[in-house]
């Protein structure tokens, strides 16, 4: 009887057992398919996901190569810095991260875009996220100093522009990722970059101690030598500055050069900005109006004019014309000077800058030769210096010439040209008829090439040495007795040429008699030249407009000082003389 009973419990007892191993050994599929899943078909994500949440890929910036003027004056350079950046963990909560954001902005003073630019690379998961690029290292100790958490710092180097705004437009700036943006910094963006290394950063579970993994190393940029003397430099922008102040002018622009190299020794505009802010610079600030900008020359023009005379002979040196006629036989608007003239010669056309007499020069050189000479100069294209941005000005075709584009032309309208252009012109009258184009990089240091140096650039013979030299002594002439007389500088042979022109207005359709651009280009000693000049004002106030009244006195300083500061010293003075008086009273440009 009891056997009976035993029989239905143990059954049950085995039936529970048998149910308990199946559980189990279902239990035991499961896990061990899981465990296959993971360690078998999901290796390579679960892997994968570790290792984005234990290291992250950064770039290793190299040194940007530093950039000297001709005397090893350092321009720019690349200092120690570091640049704060966040490894976020994904199980961290959004108040933490919030928090972690809020005191890195007081700490940082970042503002209130820069922090939604954060929060924004944090909520789409990014792996490595920059807070602030190029902080001191001072400000980096003091970040590192809260232990935030996933919160670091590496090293980086800051541009640095040791002299603030000097030589700004020739150096032009650097973004944020240290690439070029203006400038000779962008032009020879290249060899001064260097090139990126590659570095591994490794973190611990708790995303708080790191280490960089050096996968590739950053290769230094090279180094630059400028053809600016930072002397010549402070010079013309000091001049510059005091000249736009006191004339009001809305804008200037001077450049010093050697005629003989084509070497930019010095090129300033104003308004400046700061590279070290290149960003936040003021509107317009960055524009080299030295290269950039293009406007109608006007007087300094007949330099042109006159050698395409000479050139073609068409014009004897004590050939006379008759510049009291009011109608010179040309169409539209007549021809005006600054003041009346009688009968002058060719040389005293140029002298005294009578755009009558320059118009009836030009009638005898004629459309297609006065085309040629303009185009042999150098209007109408770039010049070539190795900045970027340059303007290639404007010279109509002979096909779009109207009949009243030869006097124009002649006396330097409908035609657009950058100040480079007209120092240029100068320059070959300067260097015996031949044109070098201008530089403004003289060497790339190269450490496995220390000899190495740029090809040498490619001259042009545009006049005859006859004919530069006869230029020289009329240019001469329109300092000593012309409208250049406030360019003189005792102990020196000062040339050049005066420049006034009317600002087209497009409002009126018209040249304004309100609006004046005044110019003016020269060069110095005139019997050996070591340095020419260009300066140019926009509009300036105050009731003197001339070239001869406002610009010629700025070339007189910055030529004064320059020379000096070369080694050429004034010759002394005669012991005896006489001292006569200019038949030419009031003369202006």
């Known amino acids: 009887m009891k056997s009976s009973l035993r029989e239905p419990s143990a059954r049950k007892i085995n039936t529970r057992i048998r149910f308990l ?18 360690q078998v078909f999901g290796h390579a994500s679960a892997k994968a996901e570790v290792l984005e949440q234990s290291r992250s890929r950064s770039e290793i910036s190299p040194e940007r190569g530093t950039i000297f003027d001709r005397n090893g004056q350092i321009l720019a350079r690349s200092i120690p810095a570091r640049s704060i950046f966040l ?14 954001i809020r005191t890195l902005s007081k700490v940082l003073g970042l503002d209130g875009e820069e922090s939604r630019r954060v929060m924004d690379r944090i909520r789409r998961s990014e792996p490595f996220v920059y807070i602030k690029r190029k902080v001191s290292p001072e400000t980096a100790a003091t970040v590192e100093a809260l232990c935030l958490p996933g919160v670091h710092s590496h090293p980086d180097t800051m541009r640095f522009y040791p002299s603030g705004t000097l030589a700004a437009h020739i150096l032009g700036g650097v973004g944020l990722d240290d690439t070029g943006l203006a400038g000779v910094e962008y032009v020879y963006n290249g060899p001064l970059q260097g090139r990126k290394g590659q570095a591994l950063i490794l973190k611990d579970a708790r995303r708080r101690e790191y280490y960089f993994e050096t996968l590739a190393a950053a290769v230094p940029g090279k180094d630059i030598a400028l053809t600016i003397d930072a002397t010549l430099q402070y010079i013309a922008e000091r001049e510059l500055a005091k000249a736009v102040r006191e004339t009001q002018a809305g804008w200037g622009t001077v450049i010093i050069s050697n005629p003989a190299s084509g070497e930019i020794l010095a090129m300033a505009s104003s308004p400046t900005y700061d590279p070290n802010s290149y960003s936040s610079a003021e509107a317009g600030a960055q524009f080299n109006r030295a290269i950039q900008l293009t406007y109608e020359p006007g007087s300094t023009f007949k330099i042109v004019t006159a050698s395409a005379a000479l050139a073609h002979h068409v014009v004897g040196l004590k050939e006379s014309f008759d510049c009291s006629r009011t109608d010179l036989g040309f169409r539209g608007k007549p021809i005006r000077d600054h003041k009346p003239f009688g009968i002058l010669t060719f040389p005293q056309v140029v002298i005294h800058s009578s755009n009558k007499g320059m118009a009836l020069v030009g009638r005898r050189v004629g459309e297609v030769s006065l085309h040629d000479m303009a185009e042999a100069f150098g209007f109408g294209r770039k010049s070539g210096i190795d900045l970027a941005g340059e303007a290639a000005g404007r010279l109509q075709p002979l096909s779009a010439w109207s009949g009243r584009t030869l006097p124009a032309l002649s006396t330097g309208y409908e035609v657009a ?10 320059n070959a009258i300067a260097n015996r008829g ?8 003289t060497d790339i240091l190269d450490p496995d090439d220390p000899l190495k140096r740029r090809s040498p650039t490619l001259a042009l013979q545009i006049l005859s040495p006859e004919i530069a030299a006869t230029m020289t002594d009329i240019l001469e002439r329109a300092v000593d007795e012309g409208t250049g007389l406030q360019a003189r500088l005792s102990g020196y042979r000062i040339a050049g040429k005066t420049g006034t022109t009317q600002k087209w207005d497009p409002a009126l359709k018209a040249y304004s008699e309100q609006k004046h651009i005044a110019s003016f280009v020269g060069f110095a000693p005139a019997d050996h030249p070591v340095l020419s000049v260009v300066i140019v004002l926009d509009d ?39 001292i006569t008086a200019s038949i030419w009273k009031g003369v202006r440009p």
């Open 21 to 38: 191993q199946a559980g189990l050994l279902a239990w035991a599929l499961i896990l061990t398919g899981r465990l296959v899943q993971l």
């Open 87 to 100: 490894t976020p963990s994904k199980d961290e909560p959004a108040e933490a991260r919030q928090r972690t």
């Open 540 to 578: 300036p106030q105050g009731g003197s407009y001339y070239g001869g009244e406002v610009a010629a006195p700025v070339f007189r300083e910055i030529v004064r000082k320059a020379l000096l500061k070369l080694g050429v010293y004034p010759e002394p003075a005669p012991a005896q003389g006489v």
């Open 417 to 426: 040209a950058t100040p480079l252009q007209i120092l240029q012109a100068v």
């Open 434 to 441: 031949i044109m070098v184009p201008p530089r403004i990089v």
